[in-house]
Structure formats: structure tokens, C-alpha cells
């Protein structure tokens, strides 16, 4: 018997594992965050068939949008990354310019001007573009740049978020401005900010929310109040929040059961389907099914984050984790409004409330997500 009996080789083609690896590295999509993707939007048209009283024409609504949104993130997701690096600047420059055009010919709904038509194309709302506009255009701006980065770079930055907030502020959109604002201070604190930036930052918060106090139109200020103080208005401000507590503490452990819930089904409690729409879930399958739903998503932010972790540049690394933790901040701005531990300001919840342009934008960024993983050996670090 001769020694080379004794060599152990690897199959020609490798083992089932690394060959599911490389099918899914091949068409550029990441396996673990296509299914936590779908499993919440399973989760979300399950819950949303309730909420919108056994309307089925709402889901089909919400189906063929969410069919929409995932095309769009498989075709980001062949888009190598340094494309997205080489078109950010112009994407946030005409993100701007749609902004404006927002305020001169936008349509008006509700109150509120936010959407424009395009000749062809259905209305949209462009403040959804700064939502992946803003973070990329940070990550561009900072990964040239020393880190952490020095007091001018950071005033530039703060003005690259303050231009897109403020025009999205006067539409009036109070509660997109402030995501996109976190989204943009997100790529600051993984910038590796210091602490005497962060501490500066808080001291000026004070007077900052004093002017933008002033600035607040009267319904804006109401929610604050209603925040603070929801009884004071019961039958008015206060009446979204205080049957909003009702029904998730009304659902108790278990829940009432699918399709059995009194808040909703009764028309208590509004916008269900929407800003809502987890107190309906809580009503209906109590707290094992929220903690069951708050489990999906955090296997997607680790996913997220991983893959973060992973990317081979400065500027992939700030994008990814930028995108992915401001993804968390609409989960827990949305909880935090439905359980009154935030202020109200009409943030849907993530892949699971209706909705149209905003499911379309975070398909887009987690297409995105999936191109930074699956290019990552094309992209020199």
C-alpha cells in the first residue's frame, strides 16, 4: 500500500453545501435574507387580509406590489457595487431636484404634497428615493475621507442631511424627515464619531427642538401632546393611541384568533391596515405572536449586519450597515408609536403595513444589501 492511499481529497465539484453557496453567489442573491424576506411577507398579508376586513382585493394590492419590489431587488442585486459608488452622487443630486419639484408642481392629498406624476407612470413619492439616496450619498462622501472623521466633514455631512430633511419637513412629511436624518447620522456613528461630536450634538438638541416646535404645524404639535398626555383628547388626538394599547392589551398572551379581532373588525381603531397594523396582530395572536414576528426581524438586522461586517470596503461597510440599521429604526419607531413610547408620526412597519412606494424601497435597498455579499470578491478592498 503506498502513502498516496492515504491522501483524503476534496470531490471535484465540492461538497452539496459549497455548491448551494455558489448557485445563489451566481445569480447574486443571499439565501438566509431572501428567506427571513419572505417569511415577513407571508407574515404581513396573512395579517394584513384581517386588518383590512377580509378584503381580498387589499391583498392583491399588497401582493402585486411586493411582486414589484422583489423585481427590483433581484435587478439591484446584479448591480455590482461599485456602480452604486460611481452613480450616488447623481442619485442624491436628482433626488434634490425631485424634491423641489415636489413643492412647485407636486399633487396635493390629504393635506399634504408629497406625491409627483410623470407622464406614463404612476405617482410617487420621491422623499422614498432620499431613504437610500441619503445613506449612500453619506458612505460616498465619508469613504475618502480620514476616519473618524474631522469637524469639517462632518458639517458637510450634517448639511447633505439637512437639504433633503427640511425640503421633506416643508411638504409637510415630519416623520420621513426624521428617518431620513437618522439615516444619515447612522453612517456618522460608523464613521466612528467621536464622543465630544456626539455629546456637541446632544447639547444643541435642546434649542434645535425649540425652534422645530415652532416650526411644527398644529396637528404635528397635537401628536407630541397626545404623546405625552393621550387622555387629554380621547375622542380627538388621543383616540389612534388609546385603542391602540386596547387592543394589544387585549390580546393577551395568545390572542382572540385570526379574523377574531374587535378593535379592527369593529373599525375602533384606525389606520389598521397601515401605521397600525401590529395591533392587530397583537389582538389576534397576542404576545407570542408579536415575539414571533420581533424574532423574524431580528434574523434579518443580524443578517444584515453580517453581511456588513463582511463587506470589503469603507464604503460598502457604511452602506450596508447604514441601510440595515435604519431598516431597524422603522420597526422600532412603528412599535414605539403603537405601544405610546413615541410620539405618533406615520411610520408603516416595515414589510408587513400596505403600502406601495415604501415596500418598493426597502426591497431596493435590501437588493443592494445582496449585491454588496454576493460581489464581494469582485471588489478590491
Not at 64 to 72: A, D, E, H, K, Q
Request: proline share 6%; with cysteine.
Amino acid at each position: 500500500m503506498q502513502s498516496k492511499d492515504f491522501l483524503r481529497r476534496l470531490p471535484e465539484h465540492g461538497s452539496p453545501v459549497t455548491q448551494q453557496i455558489r448557485v445563489w453567489q451566481a445569480i447574486h442573491l443571499d439565501g438566509p435574507l431572501l428567506f427571513g424576506l419572505t417569511l415577513l411577507i407571508i407574515i404581513g398579508l396573512f395579517v394584513l387580509y384581517s386588518a383590512a376586513n377580509e378584503d381580498m382585493q387589499v391583498v392583491t394590492k399588497q401582493a402585486s406590489r411586493i411582486g414589484v419590489g422583489f423585481t427590483v431587488m433581484i435587478v439591484l442585486a446584479q448591480i455590482p457595487p461599485y456602480a452604486y459608488r460611481r452613480w450616488t452622487p447623481w442619485l442624491y443630486c436628482m433626488g434634490i431636484m425631485l424634491l423641489i419639484a415636489v413643492l412647485v408642481t407636486g399633487i396635493d392629498a390629504k393635506g399634504a404634497q408629497r406625491w409627483i406624476a410623470v407622464p406614463g407612470f404612476p405617482r410617487f413619492q420621491p422623499a422614498e428615493l432620499m431613504k437610500l439616496a441619503v445613506p449612500m450619498m453619506m458612505s460616498w462622501y465619508l469613504a475618502d475621507r480620514t476616519l473618524p472623521p474631522a469637524i469639517r466633514p462632518i458639517l458637510a455631512s450634517l448639511v447633505m442631511i439637512a437639504c433633503p430633511a427640511v425640503l421633506i419637513a416643508t411638504q409637510p412629511d415630519l416623520g420621513t424627515s426624521i428617518l431620513i436624518s437618522c439615516s444619515g447620522i447612522i453612517v456618522l456613528l460608523m464613521a466612528g464619531l467621536a464622543f465630544r461630536y456626539i455629546l456637541a450634538g446632544v447639547a444643541l438638541a435642546i434649542p434645535a427642538g425649540s425652534a422645530l416646535w415652532m416650526t411644527m404645524h398644529d396637528y404635528q404639535r397635537g401628536r407630541v401632546l397626545t404623546f405625552l398626555d393621550p387622555l387629554r383628547e380621547p375622542l380627538g388626538a388621543g383616540w389612534n393611541i388609546i385603542q391602540s394599547k386596547t387592543a394589544i392589551g387585549s390580546g393577551g398572551l395568545t390572542g382572540k384568533g385570526w379574523l377574531n379581532g374587535t378593535q379592527s373588525h369593529l373599525d375602533f381603531l384606525p389606520e389598521s391596515s397601515t401605521d397600525f397594523v401590529i395591533a392587530v396582530l397583537a389582538e389576534e395572536f397576542g404576545f407570542f405572536g408579536v415575539f414571533g414576528l420581533l424574532i423574524v426581524y431580528a434574523a434579518v438586522v443580524c443578517r444584515g449586519l453580517y453581511i456588513g461586517v463582511q463587506a470589503q470596503d469603507t464604503y460598502n461597510r457604511l452602506l450596508a450597515g447604514s441601510i440595515i440599521l435604519t431598516f431597524f429604526v422603522y420597526i422600532f419607531v412603528n412599535i414605539g408609536m403603537v405601544t405610546g413610547i413615541l410620539p405618533v408620526v406615520g411610520v408603516p412597519l416595515p414589510m408587513v403595513s400596505f403600502g406601495g412606494t415604501s415596500i418598493v424601497t426597502l426591497m431596493a435597498g435590501f437588493g443592494i444589501l445582496m449585491s454588496i455579499h454576493t460581489h464581494r470578491k469582485l471588489v478590491s478592498g
